[in-house]
């Protein structure tokens, strides 16, 4: 099936390591980590719209479970409880391995039609709205909850650099503070992030930035 080829790039033994270094399947009997990973990557690959929608189809497909690594059948509340209450931090290592094998097959690709030696990286952040009765603590308004998923893209590759989830109320210029610039590079952004002392530093650590500039700026 096609979702086991891709599956195929996500090494077992690395995502293994990424479980030992948190502890993920402590006291775990049969719906593992893995399984958990399988089963999210299935609802986001398919484009499902919820857990309830991917669990539901990988139910119409019970015959093909065992092929798609998964196994026998796993209920909604299984799934729910492990996103509930296993260590995110393991999905992070393992997602942050993908990207360095990703840009390890893309090395020295350029899809930009500019030619330039350093890299070209985007910045910005976008805005996921949030249940408030169920994502109490993600305070964003009054009436709503949010989160912030600030990435930083490779343009020359389309593939992420860095990527950060925040509190919706977090701007997006405190960002630039955790990003480590590399010499040389190319950093785009909009006008959320001009902020003269960032910005400096940019320069001083020998890199180089565009922005668009705010209508009432001074410099």
């Keep these: 099936m096609v979702f086991s080829q891709i599956m195929e790039f996500a090494s077992h033994f690395a995502f293994r390591q990424s479980v030992n270094k948190f502890n993920g399947n402590y006291k775990v009997?049969?719906?593992?980590?893995?399984?958990?990973?399988?089963?999210?990557?299935?609802?986001?690959?398919?484009?499902?719209?919820?857990?309830?929608?991917?669990?539901?189809?990988?139910?119409?497909?019970?015959?093909k479970l065992y092929h798609l690594g998964i196994g026998k059948l796993v209920n909604i509340s299984s799934l729910s409880r492990a996103n509930e209450n296993r260590d995110w931090h393991i999905f992070e290592d393992f997602g942050l391995k993908l990207i360095q094998q990703a840009k390890a097959l893309y090395e020295g690709d350029n899809q930009l039609d500019v030619e330039l030696k350093g890299d070209i990286f985007a910045l910005d952040s976008t805005t996921v709205d949030l249940c408030l009765e169920v994502f109490w603590w993600a305070n964003f308004r009054t009436t709503?909850?949010?989160?912030?998923?600030?990435?930083?893209?490779?343009?020359?590759?389309?593939?992420?650099?860095?990527?950060?989830?925040?509190?919706a109320d977090i701007h997006d210029v405190n960002i630039l503070d955790l990003i480590a610039i590399r010499k040389g590079s190319y950093y785009i952004m909009d006008k959320a992030y001009v902020d003269f002392e960032r910005l400096y530093r940019i320069r001083t650590e020998r890199a180089f930035f565009v922005v668009r500039a705010k209508e009432n700026m001074k410099f």
Aim: proline share 2%; with cysteine; glycine share 2%.
């Design 29 to 63: 009997k049969d719906f593992t980590c893995w399984k958990q990973f399988l089963c999210i990557a299935f609802g986001q690959l398919t484009h499902r719209e919820s857990m309830s929608d991917a669990m539901l189809c990988l139910e119409l497909n019970t015959d």
């Design 144 to 167: 709503k909850s949010a989160i912030k998923i600030h990435t930083l893209l490779d343009l020359k590759t389309s593939i992420p650099d860095f990527i950060y989830i925040s509190n």
